[in-house]
């Protein structure tokens, strides 16, 4: 049997076989080894040459993928899917979707107001005709004012002396009622033409109204009153010629001329 202090010997070697066990040599810590983990990072301030694992160099890669990025890319894209319009109001196809911002804001556009409202004087129709036409080509309205008779297009604005308000109801009937941005640009043109006038030239136009209330009726037998605005236009002409000084010069000259003519 061992003695007391054999047998605490015995333990003390047991004991320290098993730390050796557990503790690899690699990773043993030498008591004597005063190195810090710090002199890595003293060694690599002491060598600022050394290449070494530099925490930059992944963002040296970012700024190699910033220079490659382009911030309109996303936006270049979708501008080589759209289709390219002059102005807004082309830029939309088809019938306008009321409830949308643009589509809104399009008619709010196309029926304001001129500056100046318009007396019906002959002296300033060829201005209110210009402005008109400009309204016209802004707001994509050309569709209303051009006239197909026989197999002649009549732009408006260059022919209506030479159109009847009976050949301009007629084209009115191809798209009032009608699911058609045409239909809607009537509505608007009416609404920019009337908002247009002075009091007194909105009173005399009303007189008018047979003119450009138009009666159709649709597939089920249904008759509808329509407002159009390429016939309010033409009364609005036929109004400021009817009676001017002009046209009473050109009737009396044409008076005078009756017998050189018979």
Not at 193 to 205: N, P, Q
Not at 213 to 227: D, P, S
Request: aromatic share 10%; with cysteine; glycine share 6%.
């Amino acid at each position: 049997m061992p003695s007391r202090s054999g047998f605490a010997r015995e333990q003390n070697e047991e004991f320290d076989d098993a730390q050796e066990d557990e503790i690899p040599e690699d990773h043993a810590e030498d008591p004597y080894d005063q190195t810090d983990e710090n002199d890595d990072e003293d060694d690599d301030a002491e060598n600022p040459d050394d290449p070494g694992d530099d925490p930059g160099d992944e963002d040296d890669e970012d700024d190699e993928d910033d220079e490659d990025y382009d911030p309109n890319f996303g936006m270049n894209a979708l501008n080589s899917l759209a289709r390219f319009a002059a102005v807004p109001s082309k830029a939309e196809t088809g019938y306008l979707k009321y409830g949308s911002r643009t589509a809104n804001a399009l008619y709010e556009a196309g029926i304001k107001p001129l500056s100046s409202p318009f007396n019906l004087s002959s002296t300033g129709l060829i201005k209110f005709l210009c402005e008109v036409e400009r309204r016209a080509r802004a707001m994509n309205w050309l569709r209303n004012f051009t006239l197909i008779i026989g197999t002649t297009a009549h732009f408006f604005f260059r022919t209506y002396g030479r159109l009847t308000i009976q050949q301009c109801q007629d084209h009115a009937k191809t798209y009032l009622g009608k699911q058609t941005r045409a239909y809607q640009n009537s509505m608007m043109i009416q609404r920019f033409l009337y908002d247009s006038l002075t009091e007194e030239a909105k009173t005399r136009v009303n007189t008018k109204q047979d003119e450009w209330q138009i009666l159709k009726t649709n597939g089920r037998g249904i008759t509808h009153l329509y407002e159009d605005g390429l016939c309010v236009l033409k009364s609005i002409i036929s109004l400021s010629q009817v009676e001017t000084p002009y046209t009473m010069l050109a009737l009396r000259e044409r008076f005078q001329n009756l017998d050189q003519i018979l």
